[in-house]
């Protein structure tokens, strides 16, 4: 093969990539581009305040946690000014009904069923479903487990996790709100309360007459969920990695959660299920 | 018995992962080989097969082949460094840097200029840059096979990998560092500049004796041999971590630290090799392969990058490789074979678009340009080589370094550590390895012959050599060891024929007439180390016996003196207890009669009849 023809060729290649390249940037960024759907503002969709740790404050004014430091860092890697954040129930995140909502953070966990109505960027953690109880309150084992009366979140991955591994004696109770979740929780109408262990260990800290019992074996991750077919994924996405790896993301864990987020995990026992 | 009852769940878990993981690894690279492309394409390939955008086999949230493929890739670049061959570095120097400098320089700035033309910020604009300016000599057993690797511009070539990868993996640490490091410019940059400079003393000050002397001490089993050889890249790979450098550029710096001490040709390479080639190199693609995403690979911006991206890497080579033509006189074929040798993608490139993916300044989208990339690089390259490979005139043959692949024939047991301890000290200046074989007397027991054997095995792993000897059985040394040398293609074979009291007398004699490759008969037991004993020389260059001694003492520290000159006879008789002499001998009569006294020995390069002297 000619040195003059293979040059040639991809001199042509060349030509006809940067002529692509040329088309109004149509090749994006390397890390990806972000439109945001109402320019200079980044809208967060997250549940009803507070989610203690994650999202402190009200509604109409949040003050912190670590998903609202986390969106901030984001915005700003981003390039982007303003942060919008607006609320909903987790049922109806899930849905896929963002609304104008450029991302959702609400420790929410990808499915393939979640999958089908909304885009998942790299997920910023993984962490175990954890058993949360009043203190004082001992889950040994599985069979006790079952014994106690349940409280899950409505359209959560925890119905699914309690329902198959757990098999309580009693239906859980599904709860919209994790206010009123947690209030049952204390108030002893239920017994146990499915979080993720992260989340778990924050309320606890906050409220010391509560406990982690136990956390499960499997982990779940944990994403930014966009709206289904959202060109955005790849700039999310790579603004994760880009915060994991440069200690942005363990310095929010350090400032709204105590410590790195499995920091906790190994003092944690284990509940020994059936599954998976 | 209620057969629906039977609790049969479906697969998960990590011994599920690592079946899946290893079926792939079996029938990835040979069904694509099939088809005449690359193995590695076939477990990228298999890793998006059973990844998320595939067959989604793997648990969600799952980190085991990801966690193993980081190792993996540190034992890639550990590996790319480590059989690096630096002799020819060493030998082609100046065309080495010149060429390695222009195959580095404009890759990089077209790398660069594609980014920039994007719109890219500077950091991935550069990063792309020294990605495609680095490559893989995944073509180089072709050059090899066909005769043509000691062409000095194909020489010159590979000994450029060296510095390409280097400074490639220098501006990913620079880069990455200055991504991921916090505070100020100056104080990442001078994070950056203090742990280069630490990682560099460490990885080639501290290392390479540490590694020896761990050789020395525990490396008596293979095994640990092993062990500690994965252990200094581990190593290397935290101390750059500790300063924030990406741990690839430690694993390779110490691959190339380590060169010397892990001979291409050794069995601990071999070892190296064996666990590269079946499990974490492979582990490493199909967790690449994970990222493999057909729907963001096939879209329009994907490939259009992806074009960019061939255009600027095999463009770049190639003007390198036709500047060869006016700069270092090649011709049109030696030019078109050292392009197709230096333009494949493959490690280098992987470890850097990984990184460049996990630190967040390359989307997907990147990742899979790149993927095409490398089978396009690694396609265009075999189909160049396959067909400049003949057009290439044959080179004159390469004289062999001395201590390249030195044999040590042994027929007494007793008098081995002195010609072992010689063997491992030219080898080592060489990055060469030893070969070591008992000559086995007919008549004689199995269960002697292999107690005899478990000594000899027992005497290199005491001097940390890393060998397995083999007895050969006849009842004509001279032949055996002949047909040993020639079988084994030494380059220096050590005759260890002992004091002549039942060492089998005057073999070695007979070896040194009939090899071309030269002969170091080791008379006299001595069980010292070389820094121990008093080493007397006696080197006369004009003769090719005395360069060979020559090379012999410069391999060796600490050469007390030279030898009287009262003849060689005397000389040996007057040497005293824990003396050796290493002597060119310039005739065959006396050589039967030099024999050193107990407690001394002897080292003989006989002349007269070594290559180029025989009329």
């Known amino acids: 093969m000619p040195a003059r023809r293979l040059g040639i060729s991809l001199f042509l290649l060349m030509l006809g990539a940067g002529a692509l390249a040329g088309c109004g940037g149509t090749l994006g960024d390397a890390a990806g581009s972000f439109d945001p759907s109402h320019p200079g503002t980044l809208t967060v969709i997250t549940q009803p305040l507070p989610t203690t740790g994650f999202w402190e404050g009200t509604d109409r004014k949040p003050t912190g946690g670590f998903e609202y430091g986390m969106a901030l860092a984001l915005a700003d890697r981003l390039g982007i000014e303003q942060v919008d954040v607006r609320t909903m129930p987790f049922s109806r995140i899930v849905t896929g009904r963002l609304v104008d909502g450029d991302v959702a953070m609400a420790l929410i966990t990808p499915t393939d069923e979640r999958e089908e109505v909304l885009e998942f960027s790299t997920p910023y953690f993984n962490s175990p479903p954890a058993l949360l109880v009043r203190a004082g309150t001992e889950v040994p084992d599985v069979q006790t487990a079952q014994e106690l009366q349940w409280a899950v979140g409505r359209n959560t991955t925890f119905e699914d996790i309690v329902a198959a591994q757990i098999h309580p004696d009693s239906e859980p109770l599904r709860y919209e709100s994790r206010t009123v979740e947690l209030a049952a929780l204390r108030s002893g109408k239920v017994d146990v309360a499915m979080f993720d262990l992260p989340a778990a260990q924050a309320l606890v800290t906050a409220d010391p007459s509560l406990e982690v019992a136990a956390k499960l074996s499997q982990t779940e991750p944990i994403a930014i969920a966009l709206p289904n077919g959202s060109e955005n994924v790849e700039a999310i996405s790579s603004a994760v990695r880009a915060m994991l790896s440069d200690g942005t993301l363990d310095e929010l864990a350090e400032r709204w959660l105590g410590g790195p987020i499995e920091a906790g995990e190994d003092a944690v026992p284990l509940l020994r299920t059936a599954g998976p | 018995m209620n057969v629906a009852s039977l609790a049969i769940e479906s697969p998960a878990g990590s011994a599920w992962e690592f079946l899946v993981l290893f079926l792939v690894v079996i029938l990835g690279p040979p069904l694509v080989e099939r088809a005449r492309v690359p193995g590695l394409i076939g477990l990228l390939i298999g890793g ?224 190296i090799d064996f666990f590269g080639v079946a499990v974490f190199v492979p582990v490493f693609l199909v967790s690449v392969g994970l990222l493999l995403d057909p729907s963001v690979m096939f879209r329009g911006e994907t490939l259009a990058l992806a074009g960019l991206f061939v255009a600027a890497c095999l463009g770049g080579k190639l003007v390198a490789a036709t500047l060869t033509r006016p700069l270092f006189g090649a011709s049109g074929p030696q030019s078109l074979m050292v392009f197709a040798l230096t333009t494949p993608q493959a490690a280098a490139t992987l470890a850097a678009t990984t990184v460049g993916f996990q630190i967040g300044l390359f989307s997907e989208a990147v990742v899979n340009a790149v993927l095409v990339l490398i089978l396009v690089s690694v396609l265009v390259s075999t189909l160049v080589a396959e067909r400049e490979k003949s057009r290439v005139d044959q080179p004159a043959p390469a004289r062999r370094a001395l201590g390249e692949h030195a044999l040590v024939v042994v027929s007494d047991l007793d008098a081995a550590p002195l010609g072992m301890r010689l063997a491992a000290a030219v080898t080592e200046r060489e990055a060469g390895f030893v070969d070591v074989v008992l000559l086995g007397r007919a008549g004689v027991g199995a269960d002697r012959r292999q107690a005899e054997l478990d000594r000899l095995s027992g005497i290199c792993r005491r001097l940390g050599i890393d060998a397995d000897p083999v007895v050969r059985v006849s009842d004509h040394e001279a032949r055996t060891a002949v047909l040993a040398a020639n079988d084994l293609d030494a380059s220096l074979v050590i005759a260890v024929e002992g004091s002549g009291e039942g060492g089998g007398e005057g073999w070695s004699e007979a070896v040194a007439l009939a090899l071309p490759a030269p002969v170091a008969i080791v008379r006299g037991q001595l069980d010292l180390p070389l820094e121990e004993a008093r080493v007397l020389a006696a080197a006369d260059g004009a003769h090719p016996a005395g360069t060979v001694v020559a090379e012999l003492v410069a391999a060796l520290t600490g050469v007390a003196a030279s030898l009287d000159g009262d003849g060689l006879g005397a000389d040996l008789a007057a040497l005293g207890d824990g003396e050796v002499a290493i002597a060119a001998v310039t005739g065959w009569e006396p050589l039967a009669a030099l024999r050193p006294p107990a407690g001394a020995a002897a080292v003989l390069v006989p002349d007269g009849l070594l290559p180029g002297t025989s009329d």
């Open chain 2, 48 to 271: 998006f097969l059973i990844g998320p955008h595939g067959l989604a086999l793997l648990d969600e949230g799952s980190t085991t082949i990801p966690d193993l493929g980081e190792l993996g890739l540190l034992y890639l670049m550990f590996v790319a460094g480590v059989e690096l061959d630096l002799a020819l570095l060493r030998r082609h120097r100046r065309s080495a840097i010149g060429f390695g400098l222009l195959t580095f320089v404009f890759p990089m700035a077209f790398g660069t200029l594609a980014g920039a033309l994007l719109g890219w910020e500077l950091a991935a604009a550069l990063l792309l840059g020294s990605l495609l300016a680095s490559h893989t000599l995944v073509l180089y057993p072709i050059a090899r096979g066909a005769g043509i690797a000691n062409d000095p511009l194909i020489a010159s070539a590979v000994g450029a990998t060296v510095l390409t990868d280097t400074v490639a993996l220098i501006v990913l640490a620079v880069i990455s560092g200055s991504q991921t490091g916090s505070g100020g410019g100056t104080e990442v940059a001078l994070q950056i500049g203090l742990g280069l400079l630490v990682l560099l003393v460490f990885a080639f000050a501290v290392l390479p004796p540490l590694a020896r002397r761990a050789f020395r001490l525990l490396g008596t089993e293979r095994t640990v041999r092993y062990v500690i050889a994965v252990a200094a890249f581990l190593g290397t790979a935290v101390v750059a971590e500790m300063f924030e450098i990406e741990g690839i550029v430690g694993a390779f710096f110490a691959g190339l630290a380590m060169n010397r001490l892990v001979p291409n040709e050794g069995p601990l390479m071999s070892r």
